[in-house]
């Protein structure tokens, strides 16, 4: 399975800006899929998650401004940043839960990171 990540870059603060990941390979059935985010000396966190039913979790710090989607024809997730704040400057990686044997046994696989940087 391989994840294309792409849409980062650089923003001012309060700007937008729409990250894309797309899973392709040897994909029976996608489960989750959702986008983490690391800045320099912090640990990996998750941003937003979306399973294949259209259920969202969010972290606190991107509550009513980041929005996840996905289109399960595409195998794609997107991520809609609004509001954007200098702390949410880090490399976004995607994450997928993908079965590949047609079993449901769901592994995760990760994408590249896309970097993000929000500054005036």
């Known amino acids: 399975v391989q994840l294309q990540a792409s849409g980062g870059g650089l923003v001012q603060p309060g700007g937008s800006l729409k990250l894309s990941c797309a899973a392709s390979?040897?994909?029976?059935?996608?489960?989750?899929m959702g986008w983490y985010r690391q800045a320099p000396g912090n640990q990996r966190e998750l941003v937003a998650e979306?399973?294949?039913?259209?259920?969202?979790n969010y972290a606190d710090s991107v509550k009513g401004r980041f929005t996840i989607s996905r289109d399960n024809a595409k195998n794609t997730a997107y991520l809609q940043m609004n509001s954007l704040k200098p702390e949410d400057t880090a490399v976004y990686f995607c994450?997928?839960?993908?079965?590949?044997?047609?079993?449901?046994?769901?592994?995760?696989?990760w994408g590249q990171g896309t970097l993000v940087t929000v500054s005036s």
């Open positions: 994450r997928t839960l993908a079965d590949v044997t047609g079993r449901s046994i769901f592994r995760p696989y």
């Open positions: 979306i399973t294949s039913g259209g259920s969202t």
């Open positions: 390979g040897n994909i029976f059935r996608l489960n989750s």
